[in-house]
């Protein structure tokens, strides 16, 4: 076995290697591979060998996963001998999920015939940084043979900056496509491959999921439906979840309806939000911010919340929705002009009861139309617009947006919100509500679809007014 030192080469005589990345720590890497031309650039997104497209098209190289029952270890495996003619080089990389590589101990890469699996070298990484994706090393063709070299190259700007080196053209979130300018000849399509970092980002929570929630796994798979059906699959928002902490909730909590209610949102948020957490804010006679709920600490997560903020007397929501403005924009001031930011907000506000400061609240939502925050109102209890189980077991769904009276034995508790859902003066549309009897009444399906309502329209009037860039 040859230990190598960055830069070094040595020549490769296997027929099949296997090029194995380990690390001292929990920190999750994954190992990627690239077949290159002898132009250093791939030939389309099929020459990108990574956890989710894990062949070449081929199948000479192959992303192989762990080797053995070791932890702290990827690796992808070549066949040189049945790489296509066109290809001169395998660079062999790595990205990680969470933190930079020189947060990682032990880095190093390990190359073995994958016959025998005799060592054939080792390289081993000690100058890395605030790198998040990496090159190791590369198998490269030089006069008929094969040999590897040591590279040991960096990116702070990650997958994305590594990826475009070597010819992919890297796309966070799909955009739609504009007509070309009249008078102008269309363009010739671009035969340059995509990859999405957004979807890089999604399979590494998943895996995260898998890990540490795995309870969860089936909800972010829902929620991805839902979303893909709105032309939402690779879309970036902030997600927050505000709940009501009056005293009338006590029993939503001690049944653990809230606990698995949050889980859901949290489900929503891993295939929204980049960073796998949501933040949790909440109101009764008070607005208080509360620790995100994350993986980590989703299993018992309103326990832990009513311990450190017990249920208090009263409700009011313009509490937390003065610290929700102030959080993410700088500001809970009255707003008559637009607010441009770059990502949206998405909030679930969960309530079962009516405020005692619906003036305060109406200016709120109203301030706050003219930022890239959504309201998604839900209630717990009867209204006009509740969905509830009719007859025969099928679901009866109030009318969403007017028509028809009150449906007997309904609450006129949530009038207000009602109104909010409807309020006239804003700067768009920025709210949804709804109503259910029981939260657990509605399938995973049902309540992702309801989540989604109105929000994708809201996006689209968002971009138009100049909340939100241009996609």
Same mark, same amino acid.
């Given at each position: 076995m040859t230990t190598m030192s960055k830069g070094a080469n040595l020549p490769v005589t296997a027929a099949r290697v296997r090029a194995t990345l380990g690390w001292s720590s929990t920190v999750e890497v994954d190992a990627s591979a690239l077949l290159l031309t002898e132009s250093g650039k791939v030939r389309s997104d099929a020459d990108f060998v990574f956890y989710n497209q894990p062949r070449s098209a081929e199948g000479s190289v192959r992303h192989t996963g762990a080797s053995g029952a070791a932890t702290g270890q990827d690796s992808v495996e070549v066949d040189l001998a049945d790489l296509p003619g066109a290809i001169e080089k395998v660079a062999v990389a790595a990205s990680v999920g969470n933190g930079t590589f020189g947060q990682i101990p032990g880095l190093h890469l390990r190359l073995t015939d994958a016959a025998d699996g005799a060592e054939i070298a080792r390289f081993d990484i000690s100058d890395a940084s605030t790198e998040t994706a990496f090159v190791f090393g590369e198998l490269y063709r030089r006069n008929g043979q094969w040999k590897f070299r040591a590279v040991g190259q960096g990116y702070a700007s990650g997958l994305g900056g590594l990826a475009t080196d070597f010819g992919i053209d890297v796309a966070e979130e799909p955009a739609a496509a504009a007509p070309p300018p009249a008078a102008q000849p269309s363009p010739a399509p671009s035969t340059a491959p995509a990859v999405s970092l957004k979807k890089q980002k999604q399979i590494s929570l998943e895996k995260r999921a898998a890990a540490e929630a795995p309870?969860?796994?089936?909800?972010?798979?829902?929620?991805?439906?839902?979303?893909?059906?709105?032309? &939402?699959? *690779?879309?970036? !928002?902030?997600?927050?979840?505000? &709940?009501?902490?009056?005293?009338?909730?006590?029993? #939503? %909590?001690?049944?653990?309806?809230?606990?698995? #209610?949050? *889980?859901?949102?949290? !489900?929503? @948020? #891993?295939?929204?939000?980049?960073?796998? *957490?949501?933040?949790?804010? &909440?109101? @009764?006679?008070?607005?208080?911010?509360?620790?995100?709920? $994350?993986? @980590? $600490?989703?299993?018992? %997560?309103?326990?832990?919340?009513?311990?450190?903020?017990?249920?208090?007397?009263?409700? %009011?929501?313009?509490? !937390?929705?003065?610290?929700?403005?102030?959080? %993410?924009?700088?500001?809970?001031?009255?707003?008559?002009?637009?607010?441009?930011?770059?990502?949206?907000?998405y909030v679930m506000f969960v309530t079962d009861g009516a405020t005692f400061d619906e003036d305060v609240t109406r200016e709120q939502v109203r301030s706050s139309s003219y930022e890239p925050l959504f309201w998604q109102f839900m209630a717990i209890g009867k209204s006009s617009r509740s969905l509830g189980l009719g007859g025969g077991g099928g679901r009866r769904r109030g009318f969403f947006g007017g028509g028809g009276g009150a449906a007997p034995g309904t609450s006129r508790e949530f009038r207000f919100l009602e109104e909010l859902d409807d309020m006239s003066g804003r700067f768009i549309d920025n709210a949804d509500f709804f109503s259910v009897d029981d939260p657990m009444q509605l399938s995973d399906d049902e309540l992702f679809d309801l989540l989604m309502t109105e929000y994708p329209g809201w996006l689209t009037q968002a971009r138009e007014r100049g909340l939100l860039p241009q996609r």
């Open positions: 309870h969860l796994v089936d909800l972010v798979k829902k929620a991805a439906v839902s979303l893909e059906k709105k032309g &939402l699959g *690779e879309h970036t !928002a902030r997600v927050a979840l505000c &709940l009501d902490i009056s005293g009338s909730m006590a029993g #939503l %909590y001690r049944s653990g309806k809230i606990q698995q #209610l949050a *889980e859901r949102i949290l !489900a929503l @948020g #891993l295939r929204f939000d980049d960073d796998g *957490e949501v933040d949790i804010f &909440l109101f @009764g006679r008070e607005g208080h911010q509360a620790d995100t709920m $994350n993986l @980590g $600490n989703v299993r018992q %997560y309103t326990a832990e919340v009513l311990r450190r903020h017990p249920l208090e007397s009263s409700t %009011y929501y313009g509490s !937390a929705m003065r610290l929700i403005r102030r959080y %993410y924009f700088g500001s809970d001031e009255r707003r008559k002009s637009p607010h441009q930011d770059r990502v949206p907000v």
